[in-house]
């Protein structure tokens, strides 16, 4: 919320300035920020659902604010295919034979 306080800040000012660099949050920072645990973050990282992370040493990760910012404003839009979890299954009709739901 903080991050995105701060680009809105940026951008009622006008357009902003090509010349700053861009932010650069750590793991913490970002977990801060998004309601999901580490494990949901690399799972969705792998599956190309987040913004891919990038090592700027070989033991320090990071993500660009911008990019956190523009997922989270993807996540907002409303989208009727978008899938429930991976645990939840429609149930289609109940079949001639045997009366139990097909659960395909």
Do not use: C, H
Not at 32 to 59: C, Q
Not at 85 to 91: D, N, S
């Amino acid at each position: 919320m903080i991050a995105a306080k701060r680009l809105e800040a940026d951008t009622e000012d006008g357009a902003t300035d090509k010349s700053r660099p861009r932010r650069m949050l750590n793991e913490k920072q970002v977990l801060d920020i998004v309601p999901l645990s580490r494990t949901s973050i690399y799972r969705l990282e792998r599956a190309g659902k987040f913004p891919r992370s990038t090592y700027i040493s070989a033991n320090r990760r990071i993500w660009y604010e911008d990019d956190i910012v523009a997922w989270q404003n993807a996540v907002d839009e409303f989208d009727p295919n978008r899938g429930r979890g991976k645990g939840r299954r429609r149930v289609r009709a109940v079949t001639a034979f045997g009366g139990k739901a097909d659960t395909r």
